[in-house]
């Protein structure tokens, strides 16, 4: 069959993408990824086939341009989407998130040339099966346009979903004037250039691969696949001083690949978390860009400065990550078993920072509470307490415990057959 991977120009959302592309390629299907032209060296580098579709999106801008830049009541109110906080069920903070995700960040990230061009590519390619990431809907409509089968990929926890139904459920019992439904009105009008209609599909598609594992799962409606996540973080070499073993406990500290900018930590300033780890007998591997390597010179002797390492070779020798919750450095840290220090950041990062402590792999300060001498004594914690390694050991098995994308395929066949118009 032919399968289109589909998803904005962010690295750190199609990076998750590439294990069950690759097999479904080895499966012998034909696979293509669409996307726009800046991810392009990205996708080839995987060794995938890239379609480059419309202009490059400019969604940051367009955040920027509405106020969007962490602060105001609106913005806060989708900032922190764990479930367990109940006002992430009421009215108010349900309808600024489906009215700030929609203005701010689908509609700039899936710009109308993008559309355009992903429809035009699949009624001249004819796929069998889209699979695109939560928040590239493109990929559903264009799905739609030629009766192929389509269903989501998800990189985290499905809180974009939890928040839709509940969004569904509350408009309801909303008064007439009050039942405006912004993602449904901005892809209807998207529907209507190709002849199509909106329903729900277009959101959630019709299953949903979900790669958490079974204790970070969120037990929405719908059809679910789960599927082991793999590790791939991009093209990567092994340096030589990570061949050899460490001597002592080595802990890494990332911001993953789109979370580097500037000199500080989520607002600490990166010379004070350097002097705060500089006494502790372990190994600390920083990844710092360019930019902040020249803002902090003078790093103490147990700290190894590198531009880049693959996380997926990095952290099988770690005792421990320090980190801002990101999807990608979240889920690595979980298929190499290590005790994780998350500082969450935004959307899903505060719930799964929540349950990683729950289940015991880890402990999450927040943000506005971080410290030097608070960094000091929870990585102290994580290095002494073998409670943390045994808790992280028991998510790394849950995580195993899925079937792997070689083993979904079939699955994927199966449902491909019964959800698309025409067979292949």
Same mark, same amino acid.
């Given at each position: 069959?032919?399968?289109?991977?589909?998803?904005?120009?962010?690295?750190?959302?199609?990076?998750?993408?590439?294990?069950?592309?690759?097999?479904?390629?080895?499966?012998?299907?034909?696979?293509? #990824?669409?996307?726009?032209?800046?991810?392009?060296?990205?996708?080839?580098?995987?060794?995938?086939?890239?379609?480059?579709?419309?202009?490059?999106?400019?969604?940051?801008?367009?955040?920027?341009?509405? +106020?969007?830049?962490?602060?105001?009541?609106?913005?806060?109110?989708?900032?922190?989407?764990?479930?367990? $906080?109940?006002?992430?069920?009421?009215?108010?903070?349900?309808?600024?998130?489906?009215?700030?995700?929609?203005?701010?960040?689908?509609?700039?990230?899936?710009?109308?040339?993008?559309?355009?061009?992903?429809?035009? =590519?699949?009624?001249?390619?004819?796929?069998?099966?889209?699979?695109?990431?939560? =928040? @590239?809907?493109?990929?559903?409509?264009?799905?739609?346009?030629?009766?192929?089968?389509?269903?989501?990929?998800?990189?985290?926890?499905?809180? =974009?979903?939890?928040?839709?139904?509940?969004?569904?459920?509350?408009?309801?019992? $909303?008064?007439?004037?009050?039942?405006?439904?912004?993602?449904?009105?901005?892809?209807? !009008?998207?529907?209507?250039?190709?002849?199509?209609?909106?329903?729900?599909?277009?959101?959630?598609?019709?299953?949903?691969?979900?790669?958490?594992?079974?204790?970070?799962?969120?037990?929405?409606?719908?059809?679910?696949?789960?599927?082991?996540?793999?590790?791939?973080?991009?093209?990567?070499?092994?340096?030589?001083?990570?061949?050899?073993?460490?001597? $002592?406990?080595?802990?890494?500290? @990332?911001? +993953?690949? @789109?979370?580097?900018?500037?000199?500080?930590?989520? !607002? #600490?300033?990166?010379?004070?978390?350097?002097?705060?780890?500089?006494?502790?007998?372990?190994?600390?591997?920083?990844?710092?860009?360019?930019?902040?390597?020249?803002?902090?010179?003078?790093?103490?002797?147990?700290?190894?400065?590198?531009?880049?390492?693959?996380?997926?070779?990095?952290?099988?020798?770690?005792?421990?990550?320090?980190?801002?919750?990101?999807?990608?450095?979240?889920?690595?840290?979980?298929?190499?078993?290590?005790?994780?220090?998350? =500082?969450?950041?935004?959307?899903?990062?505060?719930?799964?920072?929540?349950?990683?402590?729950?289940?015991?792999? +880890?402990?999450?300060?927040?943000?506005?509470?971080?410290?030097?001498? !608070?960094?000091?004594?929870?990585?102290?914690?994580?290095?002494?307490?073998?409670?943390?390694?045994?808790?992280?050991?028991?998510?790394?098995?849950?995580?195993?415990?899925?079937?792997?994308?070689?083993?979904?395929?079939?699955?994927?066949?199966?449902?491909?057959?019964?959800?698309?118009?025409?067979?292949?």
């Amino acid at each position: 069959m032919r399968v289109v991977f589909t998803s904005f120009a962010l690295a750190a959302h199609f990076l998750g993408q590439v294990p069950l592309a690759w097999a479904l390629r080895a499966a012998g299907h034909e696979v293509r #990824v669409a996307s726009q032209p800046s991810l392009t060296r990205t996708i080839t580098a995987a060794g995938l086939t890239a379609v480059p579709v419309g202009d490059d999106h400019a969604w940051q801008e367009a955040m920027a341009a509405t +106020g969007a830049d962490g602060t105001g009541e609106d913005w806060d109110a989708v900032l922190d989407l764990d479930p367990a $906080r109940p006002e992430v069920h009421h009215w108010e903070v349900l309808r600024a998130v489906q009215a700030q995700t929609t203005e701010r960040f689908l509609a700039p990230a899936n710009n109308d040339s993008m559309v355009d061009d992903l429809v035009a =590519f699949a009624r001249s390619w004819r796929p069998d099966l889209v699979l695109w990431e939560p =928040f @590239t809907p493109a990929g559903a409509i264009a799905a739609e346009a030629v009766g192929a089968a389509h269903a989501r990929l998800l990189w985290g926890a499905d809180l =974009f979903l939890d928040q839709r139904q509940a969004f569904l459920r509350e408009l309801e019992h $909303r008064p007439a004037a009050q039942r405006r439904d912004p993602a449904a009105d901005w892809l209807g !009008g998207l529907l209507d250039r190709y002849g199509l209609v909106f329903d729900e599909r277009m959101l959630r598609g019709m299953w949903t691969v979900d790669q958490m594992p079974s204790g970070i799962r969120l037990p929405l409606d719908g059809h679910t696949v789960p599927m082991r996540y793999l590790p791939y973080n991009g093209t990567a070499v092994v340096p030589d001083w990570l061949r050899e073993p460490p001597a $002592r406990p080595r802990i890494c500290l @990332t911001l +993953g690949i @789109t979370g580097r900018d500037g000199a500080d930590f989520l !607002g #600490v300033p990166l010379t004070k978390l350097f002097d705060a780890v500089a006494d502790l007998d372990a190994e600390i591997v920083a990844t710092l860009d360019a930019t902040q390597r020249e803002q902090v010179p003078n790093l103490p002797d147990n700290v190894r400065a590198v531009e880049f390492v693959p996380l997926h070779a990095l952290l099988p020798t770690c005792s421990a990550i320090v980190h801002h919750g990101g999807a990608g450095t979240w889920s690595t840290a979980c298929a190499s078993g290590v005790p994780q220090l998350i =500082f969450p950041s935004v959307w899903d990062d505060f719930y799964r920072a929540r349950r990683t402590a729950e289940l015991g792999a +880890g402990i999450v300060i927040q943000p506005k509470e971080l410290t030097s001498e !608070g960094l000091r004594k929870s990585l102290r914690r994580l290095l002494e307490e073998p409670s943390f390694s045994d808790g992280a050991e028991r998510l790394r098995r849950d995580m195993e415990a899925d079937p792997a994308p070689s083993s979904v395929v079939p699955l994927l066949e199966k449902l491909t057959l019964e959800n698309q118009e025409s067979g292949w």
